[in-house]
């Protein structure tokens, strides 16, 4: 029986669940506490823990090229649990790393259930954390219950910051059109688990394009209340008629554009294409990829069916809107992620001002480690920031904060405007690499880009193998 007062973490979704195995794993009790299935969200559809309810995709699992994929590497270098359940319910998905949503619930859920320093408790925690939880990781992600939601802007003196998040339908396969539409990942890449044909490619033509932008910036969209009516979005989960409606080019330039996709019809591009991408193991069920939406239900099903090859489309689900909050993480957390105005308090996950599923797995992955080493009796510090792992610490805890000798800000250190954030090689340090190439001549353009990337991300796993090395999870010896 272990003589460690445990740590409580509050919010059993990717960030919290990944919290409370880092925990575990570095020898602490933890009780893990999730409000469903006693309070459900307008978003969530089951209990299981780290549901996903959104994409189904992790993005790149490219290392050397992409700071998502780099990112994924330093998590599984770090024991993720998060990242060793995707890799083991992965689905094709080209370049990507895509998961089955259920069976990946499933799998956290039976391993966190299983660790003998894990209790799993069901139920809301209504406000602040009881006085006697000495340290407590906030991991309620951008669905956090009004009464805890009212309590932390109490306790910090903040207005709450909010954007909305809009959810992609989703379509029976046995539905889509394959005479018209066709299978192949954009320039046939390969990624973790596929194939080189992982999306399911709907092309339009011209006319096609331009009716279709038509009915969605006519159609009917969801209403909103009146305290949501200033809620801005996050550029990176724009609604597909918000793009539409910032020019009618925007879509082919972004989820429609038709790049490296060759029609077998015409031997060509198309003009724009609709993407599809599995949901599930059974290859059952695709995901329209970039197109989340506020369209009203039936309107949804009138304009999604002008896409060609789904004009019979059967959605298993439609898309929605929900609206995320999250801190002023610069003013108000320290570079452990502590609440500088209640340090018991430790917060992780989308509620930081990350963005994404992975990145906000990785906020929850630190806040465990950083939680369970000062139980230990020590200090845990934050990753170099040359990795992926320590720029998101970086950016959510000083990264908008103005340098000293900024003349537009006499009085120094004035936070900026802090808006949510996915993991990209602009938040690491930049990083030199040789002007000529082994054949002598002089790298430029994508080239140079590339090579730079690279350079990035080796640096970046070589600097946390030796993070990893230096701190072992904090854990004191016995």
Known sequence: MSTISPIHVIGGGLAGSEAAWQIAEAGVPVVLHEMRPQRMTDAHKTEGLAELVCSNSFRSDDWENNAVGLLHEEMRRAHSLIMSAGDQHKLPAGGALAVDRDA????????????????????????LPPAEWDSV???????????????IGTLTGEAELAFFDAIAPVIHAESIDETIAWRQSRYGKMGPAGTGADYINCPFSREEYEAFIDAMLAGEKTSFK?????TPYFDGCLPVEVMAERGRETLRFGPMKPVGLDDPRTGRWPYAVAQLRQDNALGTLWNMVGFQTKLKHAEQVRIFRMIPGLANAEFARLGGL???????????????????????????????????????????????????????????????????????????????????????????????SFQPMNINYGLLPPIEV???????????????????????????????????????LGVAAE
């Open 434 to 472: 040789p002007k000529t190439g082994e054949d002598g001549k002089r790298v430029k353009g994508k080239d140079k880009s590339f090579a730079k990337k690279r350079a990035a991300s080796r640096r970046a796993l070589a600097d946390l193998e030796r993070w990893l090395n230096d701190t072992s």
């Open 137 to 151: 990781v906030i991991a309620t992600g951008p669905l956090t219950s009004p009464a805890l939601s009212q309590a």
């Open 322 to 416: 929900h609206r995320n909050t999250f801190l002023n993480s610069p003013k108000l957390l320290d570079t452990s992620l502590r609440l500088k105005a209640q340090p018991r308090l430790r917060f992780a996950g989308q509620i930081t001002g990350v963005e994404g599923y992975v990145e906000s797995a990785a906020i929850g992955l630190l806040a465990g480690r950083f939680a369970a080493a000062e139980r230990r009796g020590h200090k845990l510090p934050a990753p170099p920031e040359t990795t992926a792992l320590g720029a998101l610490i970086a950016h959510i805890t000083g990264g908008h904060i103005v340098a000293d000798d900024d003349p537009t800000d006499p009085v120094g250190k004035k936070p900026r």
């Open 104 to 127: 990946f619930s499933a799998d956290v859920t039976r391993r966190l259930e299983a660790h003998a320093n894990i209790t799993i408790a069901r139920g809301e925690i209504a406000g």
């Open 226 to 230: 009146e305290w949501e009516a200033n």
